[in-house]
């Protein structure tokens, strides 16, 4: 069955980078994209960014462009998150899920990584 | 970026009875290709969201044929026509045409 795994939660001081992986199984990784979203605490969702996991192929949400970078290691079946200049308002849990680009849904979600920025 | 606006943002509601939940996009989200890019998930208290409705009306596999959704353009709903216990979360629409955005989300609660 589908899978994505996240990497486990982070303390990271304002100003520094963290990085969090989401490692697939269950389907063939470079058929499908894997976005990324997250969730401060208590709000809602917010969309952060896609990749295609078959080019490597990006698009961003404008609020973090410059600051996020999303990449993929085909060899692994693992996508990365990397977000840099943390600010407080950067604490939230981030998730990475399945996107299948002939539907553009999400059908499979990580299980989340709560990232913290405090000093 | 596209807003998306739903209502109300809280419910709650008796099990067996109905509920709706109205989002409105700032734009349409009829694409070229003739798909509209509307999507409802639902979060459940303590999980990842799930996949409940595609392309406006599109139920997700597994998903019971007591939600259904309806819309077109800018306006579109999300019914359930008999609210059981295990409906209770938040429910969010969400805009796939161009850099996808939520809606604010929906708690639904039971009576």
């Known amino acids: 069955q589908v899978q994505l795994v996240q990497s486990g939660a982070e303390v990271k001081k304002p100003g520094a980078s963290v990085k969090v992986s989401c490692k697939a199984s269950g389907y063939t990784f470079t058929s499908y994209g894997i976005n990324w979203v997250r969730q401060a605490p208590g709000q809602g969702l917010e969309w952060m960014g896609w990749i295609s996991a078959y080019n490597g192929n990006t698009n961003y949400a404008q609020k973090v462009q410059g600051r996020v970078t999303l990449t993929t290691d085909t060899s692994t079946s693992t996508a990365y998150m990397e977000l840099r200049s943390l600010r407080s308002d950067d604490t939230a849990v981030y998730f990475c899920a399945r996107y299948t680009s002939t539907t553009a849904f999400l059908d499979s979600w990580g299980q989340g990584t709560l990232v913290t920025v405090s000093s | ?111």
Not at chain 2, 23 to 28: A, E
Not at chain 2, 71 to 85: H, N, Q
């Open chain 2, 1 to 111: 970026d596209i807003v998306m606006t739903q209502t109300p943002l809280s419910l709650s509601v008796a099990p067996g009875q109905a509920a709706s939940i109205s989002c409105k996009s700032s734009q349409s989200l009829l694409h070229t290709d003739g798909k509209t890019y509307l999507y409802w998930y639902l979060q459940k208290p303590g999980q990842s969201p799930q996949l409940l409705i595609y392309e406006v009306s599109s139920r997700f596999s597994g998903v019971p044929d007591r939600f259904s959704g309806s819309g077109s353009r800018t306006d579109f709903t999300l019914k359930i026509s008999r609210v059981e216990a295990e409906d209770v979360g938040v429910y969010y629409c969400m805009q796939g045409i161009h850099r996808d955005t939520f809606g604010q989300g929906t708690k639904l609660e039971i009576k």
